[in-house]
């Protein structure tokens, strides 16, 4: 049999998108959730919740070495999503039909609100498959032996 010899690729820099751009993610959609007034009944939840998720995708982004980080804001982001699914299911359509009897402006503002906030849900998936993608590249890095890229918390500074 004949061999089939494969065309030599160089390698393709690791360009990857800083975890920064999540974190503005998070922050444009969860600003523009508070546009509305009418979702004073759950924006307290809401707000709390998106804020934890902003400062652990801050620490993923600060700190480059290790699991923890990334595994917390998987974590915070899966509450997250059950937490707006509640909130929606519980105020949405009681929000809708008291915006039924007030002008445009409001009921406009209501519903880019409810819109941000259904679109931020199915932007969350993708946010937990970046930060699994972000655990993946931690890790080759780690089986690679660059140091400055990964540190495996098992081995100490000493045993090097």
Not at 118 to 127: E, G, M, Q, T, Y
Not at 133 to 149: K, S
Request: aromatic share 14%.
């Amino acid at each position: 049999m004949a061999q089939i010899s494969l065309p030599n690729i160089p390698n393709v820099p690791n360009i990857p998108v800083p975890f920064s751009v999540v974190i503005l993610v998070h922050f444009f959609f969860a600003s523009h959730v508070q546009l509305s007034d009418l979702f004073y009944q759950w924006m307290p939840s809401y707000l709390f919740t998106h804020l934890v998720v902003i400062l652990i995708a801050l620490w993923v982004a600060y700190q480059k070495k290790g699991y923890e980080p990334i595994i917390a804001y998987i974590i915070a982001v899966a509450i997250s999503m059950l937490n707006d699914i509640i909130m929606l299911g519980l105020y949405f359509e009681d929000t809708q039909d008291a915006t039924d009897d007030q002008e445009h402006k409001i009921r406009d503002t209501w519903r880019y609100s409810a819109a941000a906030v259904i679109i931020h849900l199915l932007a969350k998936p993708l946010c937990i498959l970046y930060a699994l993608f972000a655990a993946f590249m931690r890790y080759n890095a780690g089986r690679e032996g660059n140091p400055d890229d990964y540190h495996r918390p098992e081995e100490s500074d000493d045993q090097q």
